[in-house]
């Protein structure tokens, strides 16, 4: 089955990851912006992190048939150098009309402070007022419920922002709801030890159904698994259920959403593009 994995992130992927990504009938992938497994010095180490999402990484995943798209933004575990994340926040306009760029994301919160909430809401309000698509990283663990409340306090109030186009990402059992009740598109990461995992994931379909719901991989520098995708539509399958519930959370969930950006020009496999 061809597939979408809305959040993954290959500049922290071997090649050989793309290639596996399109043996197992992934069609394309968006990179959300994040952290580099260290905090970033200067606004420059930023542009040039753009760069790579916006110029070099779309060609790394052509080579294997892979469509990439990303987001851009200063994530959550950097931002709390206000100061720094301000200078990033400037950068961003300038790259919002690089063909692949979906919007601005994963922001969201990390630790729940009041500098993350103050970047995070500064962030939502730039792309509320560029008319961009949000990603959204909701904190881990123990911080999760806590931190999701307060992200959807913020979207809340930011008015200019239809709910629709906001993605809130790495949903666990008891923050799905709130989330989708809120009006927003929901995914959750499959991830081998934290997050949640494909049968977890299967459990939250079987009980919210598949409106506004995706799931992902997440694939970074930590352990994960870039092939999540694909272990969850066997589970699914394993479960019964049908083809076409399992492709509308894998495929074409994505596409929905993706498509409320005016740059998003997606070809499905086995179509010219024209």
């Given at each position: 089955?061809?597939?979408?994995?809305?959040?993954?992130?290959?500049?922290s992927?071997?090649?050989?990851?793309?290639?596996r990504?399109?043996r197992?009938?992934?069609?394309?992938?968006s990179?959300?912006?994040?952290?580099?497994?260290?905090?970033?010095?200067?606004?420059?180490?930023?542009?040039?992190?753009f760069?790579?999402l916006?110029e070099?990484?779309p060609?790394?995943?052509a080579?294997?048939?892979?469509?990439h798209?990303c987001?851009l933004?200063?994530n959550?575990?950097?931002?709390?150098?206000?100061?720094?994340?301000?200078?990033?926040?400037?950068?961003?306009?300038?790259?919002?009309?690089r063909?692949?760029?979906?919007g601005?994301?994963?922001?969201?919160?990390?630790?729940?402070?009041?500098?993350?909430?103050?970047?995070?809401?500064?962030?939502?309000?730039?792309?509320?007022?560029?008319?961009?698509?949000?990603?959204?990283?909701?904190?881990?663990?123990?911080?999760?419920?806590?931190?999701?409340?307060?992200?959807?306090?913020v979207?809340?109030?930011?008015?200019?922002m239809?709910?629709e186009?906001?993605?809130?990402?790495?949903?666990?059992?008891?923050?799905?709801?709130?989330?989708?009740?809120?009006?927003?598109?929901?995914?959750?990461?499959?991830?081998?030890?934290?997050?949640?995992?494909p049968?977890?994931?299967?459990d939250?379909?079987?009980?919210?159904?598949?409106?506004?719901?995706?799931?992902n991989?997440?694939?970074d520098?930590?352990?994960?698994?870039p092939?999540?995708?694909?272990?969850?539509?066997?589970?699914?399958?394993?479960?019964?259920?049908d083809?076409e519930?399992?492709?509308?959370?894998?495929?074409?969930?994505?596409?929905?959403?993706?498509?409320?950006?005016?740059?998003?020009?997606?070809?499905?496999?086995?179509?010219?593009?024209?």
């Open positions: 089955m061809d597939y979408i994995d809305p959040h993954i992130h290959m500049v992927r071997v090649t050989d990851d793309y290639e990504l399109a197992s009938g992934c069609v394309a992938v990179e959300p912006a994040f952290w580099a497994g260290f905090d970033r010095g200067s606004a420059a180490a930023f542009a040039d992190y760069r790579q916006t070099y990484e060609r790394r995943a080579q294997f048939g892979v469509q798209f987001w933004c200063i959550a575990k950097e931002a709390e150098n206000v100061a720094l994340s301000r200078e990033v926040i400037a950068l961003i306009p300038q790259f919002l009309d063909p692949n760029v979906l601005i994301g994963e922001i969201g919160l990390n630790k729940n402070t009041r500098n993350e909430v103050t970047i995070f809401t500064e962030q939502a309000a730039l792309a509320a007022d560029a008319g961009e698509l949000v990603l959204v990283h909701t904190p881990h663990l123990e911080d999760k419920y806590l931190g999701t409340r307060m992200i959807l306090d979207l809340s109030r930011n008015t200019a239809p709910p186009r906001v993605l809130i990402d790495h949903v666990e059992e008891h923050t799905i709801r709130p989330a989708l009740e809120a009006g927003h598109w929901c995914a959750m990461t499959l991830y081998p030890v934290t997050k949640c995992t049968a977890r994931a299967a939250m379909i079987e009980v919210h159904g598949v409106e506004r719901v995706m799931v991989s997440a694939g520098w930590g352990v994960s698994d092939t999540a995708v694909p272990k969850f539509v066997a589970e699914m399958r394993r479960r019964g259920h083809e519930t399992i492709r509308t959370v894998v495929y074409d969930n994505p596409v929905r959403f993706f498509a409320q950006c005016g740059r998003f020009r997606f070809t499905p496999r086995g179509v010219q593009p024209g």
